[in-house]
C-alpha cells in the first residue's frame, strides 16, 4: 500500500520530482543527443584541421557511389513525401445564431408542458424537476413549430427549420471565408433525426446552385457524434481528392421529434435539446496555410455497438400509445464512461507526451505482473491539450468527464457555458464551445483542442485540432453579444 | 429512409364561434389542408355554433427577464378581478398587398421586442403574504392565437354583430391554478382578401381600458420605430398620501359608499342574453347634442352622450315618464390624480349619478347633463385617493363587478385608439371594446370616434338585453342625432 503524503512539503517537493521525471523523458532525444554531439566536436577538435582533410582524402569515392547514393537519397525523400498524409486545414466555421424570438424560458417551457400533458401531473412533475437540475438558461430557443399549443410538427415546418439553420450558418461561413458557391468540391450534411427526399445535403446544393460534379453525403441515424464522423469522412475524401474544399454541415432539426407522449424517458430530450447548427470549411490547399484557423492532428472514432446494452442505451421506439421517442435508458453515464475509456486507451498513445505513457505502461505492466491491487494510472490529459471541448449533452455528462479527466473548472468552462446558452444542440455543440474559447480570447498559435462527442450507439469519438494562428478577439460569432457576461454560475437547482 | 414519426394525422383546436373560449380538439389528417369547420354543441351558450380553426402559442420578450421579481397590485387592480377586457382593432394596408402569414409573423417579433418593456405583462398572478395578488415577474409569456378569415375586412364589418366580433379576441377564464394562467391574450387574424384584426384580451385585473389602448400603442410605435413613444410607467397608485397621519381627516364618503353597497348586493347571474350595438356619432352630431343641453357651463362630449343613453334608455326600460334608471358612471382618474397617462394599471373610478334635482318622474335631457357633470366635478383627487384608501385598509377580499347592477356609463376616451399605427401602412379603420362581463342594466362605452370624422366625434358601445336594444335602436331621442350603426342585433 503507498503511503500517503499528507505534508504539504512532502507534496511539494513531489511537484518537483514530477516536473523534473516529465521534462527528463519529454525530450530525451535531444538529451542524449546533446552530449554525443559534444563528444564528437571535442574529438574533432583533438584530432586539428590537417588530420581531418587527410582523413577526407584517403576515402576514395566513385562516381557510380555518388550517384547512387544521391539517387537513393533522393528516392527515400519522395517516398516519404508521397506517403505522407495530406494536411487538412480548418479554414472558418460559422455557427447558428438562433433568432432571440424562438427562445424558450423556464417558464413558457412549464406552462406549455402543463397544458399539454394535463392529463400528467406526474411527467410535468418530472420534465420540472429534470429542467430545473439541467445546467441549461433563459435563452436557450426552440423552433417556432414547437411554440405553438400543441405543437405543429409537420413536415414542411421541419423543412423550413432546416433551411432557417443551415442556409443562416452557411451564409455566414462565406461571408467569414470569402468561399464562393461554386468552390466547393465536398460537401457533407449531418443530421441525425430528420432524414427527406432529396436530402438536406440536395437541398444547400439545390439553394447555392453549386457545381454538378460535387461529392454529396449525407449522414443521418448517427446521433450526436455524427459532427465529428463527417470530420473523419471529409479528412479520408480530401486525402483522395488533391485541391480541394470541403464543408460539412452538422445540425439537428428539433421539429419532427417532439415527443409528444407521457413516457418519462423519453421526454428528457424534449427538456434538453435546443435549436443549433454550424457550417465548417475545410481544406486540403496549400494555399489555405497562412489563414487556415486549425491543423486536423487526429481522428479517433470507438464504437460500442457490440455489447447489447450499449446499443439499446439511446434507443427511439414507440411508447404504449404508440408516440414515437428516443428512450434513454439509466446506465447512459456508466456505458458512456466504458467508451470514453475505449476511446482514450487509442487515443492516449497518440498524444500523450512520453513521460505520461511511461508512466501509465509502468503502472500497466506492475497491475499485470506484481500486484493487480495498484490503482490504474490515469493519463493526465491536461499535458497533451490545452483546451477541451467536451459535448455539452447535459449536466451529467459534463460532470462524468471532468472527474474521470481530473479536469479543472476552467478547462470544462466552455462546455458548460455552451451548455448553459444554447442547450443540447447535438452535434454541432463542440462548435459552439470551440466559438466560446475563441471568444474569450484563449486559443493561442501551438494551442490543441481535443473536441469529445457521445453519441447514438453507443459511440465515442474524438479530434484533435492544433491552433495554426492566434485568434485575435473580438469574433464574430454567436458569443458576440452575449461573452461578456459569461462565465455565469450555474446553480445546482434553478427554483422554478 | 423516410422519417418514420411522422404521423399522418395531427391535432387541431376547433374553437367555438360564440366566444365563449370553449374548444374541441380534432385530430385532422396531415393532407388535409383546408380550415375545418363544425357545427357542434357549445355548453357555455347551450347552443350549436360554428367553430374554425386557429393555432395558439406564447410570445415571449427577447430579452430574459430577472429572476425574483413581483410587482403587487393596487386595491384598485384588486377590485376589478372578475372582469375582463376586450379590444378588437380592424387594420387596412395602405401600401401594396403583403402574403398571409408574413404580416403575423413580424407582428409576432414586434410583439416580442415590445415584451422586454412590459415585465408585468409576460409575469404571472401568485398571492403574497396577505392573500392579495402580486405578478411574478417569470418571463412567461403571452398567449397569441393566430388565424385566417375569410373575406376582407370591410366585407367583416359591414356585417358586423357581437358574436362574430367576439370571434375576433381570444379570452380564457381564470385556471384554478392562476400560475399558469395567462393573463393577457392577442388574437392576429388576417384576412385573406385584405386586412387585419388585432384582438386585444386582458384582465382587468392588471390594466384598465387606458392602459389597454396604451399597450397597442406601444407595440405600434415598436413596430414602426422600434421606440415607444409613451414607454409606460410601473409605479404603486399612490405616490403621495404615504405619511399623511392627520387623525381628524374625515374621508369623504360618496365614492366610498358607491363602493361599499356594489359590494354588499350580490353578484347576479341572470339568464338574460346580452347583445351589444355599436352607434357612431359625428363630429356635428355631437355639438349638436352639447347645445341640447342648454347650459351655460362648459360640458364634455362625454357627459352629454352619458345624458342622452341615460335618459333613452331608461325611457326603454321603465316607459316614459317613470323616471330614470340607476346609473353610474366611470373615468379615468389620471390626471385628476396628477398621474402621467403612460400609468399602467387601474386608474378608472364609478360613481353613483344622481337626480338632484326637478321631478324624479318627469326628467329632462338637460337635467340630466347637469347631474352627470355634477358628479364629474366632484370626483376629485381628494375624494378619489379617500376611496383607494379605504379599499386598502377596510378590505376587499371579495371583490365584485362594478357593471354588475346599475347602467355603466363609461369614457374610454383618455388615449386615442388610433393613434396606434403599426409598420407597413397599417392604419386602423375601426376599433371596438368591450368590459366583460356585463350583468346588470347595461353599460355604455363611449370612444372616441375614427379618423377623419373630426376630434369631437364618438362611438358608444352599448350592451344591453336584447329586447332593449332593438327598442334603443328606434329611440325618438337618440335617431334625432341620426347616428350611425356600426354593430347591428344578431
Known sequence: MPPTLPDFSNSVKLKYVKLGYQYLVNHILTLTLIPIMIAIFIEVLRLGPDEILSLWNSLHFDLVQILCSAFLIIFIATVYFMSKPRTIYLVDYACFKPPVTCRVPFATFMEHSRLILKNNPKSVEFQMRILERSGLGEETCLPPAIHYIPPKPTMEEARGEAQLVIFSAMDALFSKTGLKPKDIDILIVNCSLFSPTPSLSAMVINKYKLRSNIKSFNLSGMGCSAGLISIDLARDLLQVHPNSNAVVVSTEIITPNYYQGNERAMLLPNCLFRMGGAAILLSNRRSERKRAKYRLVHVVRTHKGGDDKAYRCVFEEEDKEGKVGISLQKDLMAIAGEALKSNITTMGPLVLPASEQLLFLLTLIGRKIFNPKWKPYIPDFKQAFEHFCIHAGGRAVIDELQKNLQLSTEHVEASRMTLHRFGNTSSSSLWYELSYIESKGRMKKGDRVWQIAFGSGFKCNSAVWKCNRSIKIPVDGPWADCIDRYPVHIPEIVKL | ?490
Open chain 2, 1 to 490: 429512409m423516410g422519417d418514420k414519426k411522422k404521423k399522418a394525422q395531427m391535432f387541431v383546436k376547433l374553437v367555438s364561434a360564440a366566444g365563449t373560449g370553449f374548444f374541441y380538439v380534432k385530430r385532422k389528417p396531415r393532407q388535409f389542408t383546408e380550415k375545418l369547420e363544425f357545427r357542434k354543441f357549445d355548453p357555455r351558450v347551450n347552443r350549436h355554433v360554428l367553430f374554425t380553426e386557429a393555432k395558439m402559442k406564447t410570445v415571449v420578450s427577447t430579452k430574459a427577464v430577472e429572476p425574483g421579481k413581483y410587482f403587487p397590485l393596487s386595491a384598485l387592480d384588486r377590485h376589478m378581478e372578475n372582469n375582463h377586457i376586450r379590444l378588437v382593432c380592424y387594420y387596412q394596408y395602405s401600401g401594396e398587398a403583403v402574403e398571409l402569414g408574413e404580416v403575423t409573423k413580424k407582428l409576432r417579433h414586434s410583439l416580442s421586442e415590445m415584451l422586454t418593456h412590459f415585465p408585468i405583462v409576460s409575469g404571472r398572478l401568485t398571492r403574497d403574504e396577505r392573500g392579495h395578488w402580486k405578478i411574478k415577474c417569470n418571463d412567461a409569456g403571452v398567449r397569441v392565437v393566430e388565424a385566417k378569415a375569410k373575406g376582407s375586412v370591410e366585407g367583416w364589418l359591414a356585417n358586423l354583430d357581437r358574436e362574430k366580433e367576439l370571434q375576433l379576441v381570444h379570452w380564457e377564464d381564470m385556471f384554478h391554478k392562476p400560475y399558469y394562467w395567462s393573463t393577457f391574450y392577442v388574437q392576429l387574424t388576417e384576412f385573406e382578401e385584405g386586412g387585419l384584426a388585432i384582438g386585444l384580451s386582458c384582465g382587468h385585473l392588471l390594466a384598465d381600458s387606458t392602459s389597454a389602448t396604451s399597450f397597442m400603442k406601444a407595440w405600434a410605435d415598436i413596430s414602426m420605430a422600434n421606440k415607444m413613444v409613451t414607454p409606460p410607467l410601473f409605479h404603486p397608485l399612490l405616490l403621495t398620501r404615504q405619511g399623511i397621519t392627520n387623525p381628524n381627516h374625515h374621508p369623504h364618503m360618496e365614492l366610498i359608499h358607491h363602493y361599499k353597497s356594489s359590494i354588499q348586493k350580490p353578484i347576479s347571474l341572470k339568464e338574460a342574453r346580452y347583445t351589444t350595438i355599436s352607434m357612431g356619432f359625428s363630429a356635428h352630431m355631437v355639438q349638436a347634442c352639447m347645445s341640447a343641453a342648454q347650459t351655460n357651463s362648459p360640458i364634455t362630449p362625454f357627459a352629454a352622450l352619458a345624458a342622452l343613453f341615460w335618459v333613452s334608455l331608461s325611457k326603454v326600460k321603465k316607459g316614459l315618464r317613470n323616471g330614470l334608471v340607476d346609473m353610474s358612471i366611470c373615468l379615468d382618474m389620471r390626471k385628476v390624480l396628477g398621474i402621467d397617462v403612460a400609468f399602467f394599471g387601474n386608474c378608472m373610478v364609478y360613481n353613483k349619478v344622481h337626480a338632484v334635482e326637478g321631478d324624479t318622474n318627469n326628467f329632462t335631457f338637460p337635467q340630466a347633463v347637469r347631474a352627470i357633470s355634477h358628479v364629474v366635478a366632484k370626483m376629485d383627487s381628494e375624494r378619489v385617493m379617500d376611496l383607494i384608501d379605504w379599499l386598502e385598509n377596510e378590505g376587499v377580499n371579495s371583490p365584485t363587478m362594478m357593471n354588475n347592477h346599475d347602467l355603466v356609463c363609461a369614457s374610454l376616451e383618455s388615449v386615442d385608439p388610433y393613434l396606434a399605427v403599426f409598420q407597413d401602412g397599417f392604419k386602423p379603420i375601426h376599433v371596438s371594446c368591450y368590459v366583460e362581463p356585463v350583468l346588470g342594466e347595461g353599460q355604455v362605452l363611449i370612444l372616441p370616434g375614427p379618423p377623419g370624422e373630426g376630434p369631437l366625434s364618438r362611438v358608444a358601445m352599448v350592451t344591453l338585453r336584447e329586447e332593449e336594444a332593438i327598442k334603443l335602436c328606434e329611440d325618438e331621442l337618440i335617431s334625432q342625432f341620426s347616428p350611425t350603426t356600426m354593430m347591428k342585433c344578431q
